[in-house]
């Protein structure tokens, strides 16, 4: 992969991330654990439990996001980046535009 190439998705994933930081922080409050004491019914305090464990899910799923893009960024520092992890053939830069944390060429997605 050349140096254009690699700055290229240098920028993909550091933008992305930018966007989960800013993402998982709108999320803090979702998440905060309902207070006992809080004067609402109990149909209201279900409800609002509920919202909280999907804000809880949809944070876990970004959190693995971001985890995925700083493993994905490990890989462009060593060069592996772009290269399956299953066959060792080449990933479609259009593959990668969309999802620069894939690990897998789409034969060997499909096959999973």
Same mark, same amino acid.
């Given at each position: ?10 920028? @993909? ?7 989960? *930081?800013? *993402? !998982? /922080? *709108?999320? +803090?409050?979702?998440? +905060? =654990?309902?207070?006992?004491? @809080? ?19 949809? /944070?876990?799923?970004? +959190? +693995? ?5 700083? *493993? =994905? ?11 399956? !992890? ?5 990933? =479609? ?9 894939? @690990?897998?060429? @789409?034969?060997? =997605?499909? /096959?999973?």
């Amino acid at each position: 992969m050349d140096s254009t190439t690699q700055q290229h998705y240098t920028d @993909v994933i550091t933008s992305r991330l930018a966007e989960i *930081e800013s *993402e !998982l /922080k *709108e999320l +803090e409050e979702s998440t +905060e =654990a309902i207070s006992p004491d @809080v004067s609402i019914g109990r149909l209201s305090r279900l409800d609002a439990m509920q919202h909280q464990q999907i804000a809880l899910s949809g /944070k876990r799923r970004i +959190e +693995e996001e971001r985890n995925r893009l700083h *493993e =994905a960024q490990r890989r462009l520092i060593t060069g592996s980046f772009g290269s399956c !992890l299953l066959c060792g053939g080449a990933i =479609a830069p259009e593959r990668l535009e969309i999802q620069p944390a894939a @690990v897998s060429c @789409v034969p060997c =997605a499909q /096959k999973r």
